[in-house]
């Protein structure tokens, strides 16, 4: 879901999606390239990536960082974009 769903979102708008950390009770992703800094930062995590992880992931534990740094170790989630029909 992140590499198909939300990577490919992000990017449309300009922002790049990292995996930090995944454990057995929580997320931690970095959100980067517009949406560090940006003030809509918040409202793209509570309203866009937090709901698609709980759809799926349930009751684990979303951490979302953001900004030009990326965390040491984060893995890149290049989006998979749909091959032309």
């Known amino acids: 879901m992140l590499r ?6 992000l990017h449309a708008d300009g922002a790049t999606l ?3 950390e995944l454990g057995a009770a929580a997320l931690h992703l970095h959100v980067g390239g517009k ?3 940006s003030p809509g930062t918040p ?3 509570e309203h866009v ?10 009751k684990l534990k979303l951490i979302v960082s953001s900004g030009f740094l990326v965390p ?3 893995e890149l989630l290049t989006p998979v974009m749909p ?3």
């Open 4 to 9: 198909d769903v939300l990577a490919p979102l």
């Open 18 to 20: 990292y995996l930090v």
């Open 35 to 37: 949406l560090s800094g």
């Open 43 to 45: 409202a793209t995590i």
């Open 49 to 58: 990536i937090a709901p698609a992880v709980e759809a799926i992931a349930g």
């Open 72 to 74: 040491r170790g984060s």
């Open 83 to 85: 091959k032309p029909a």
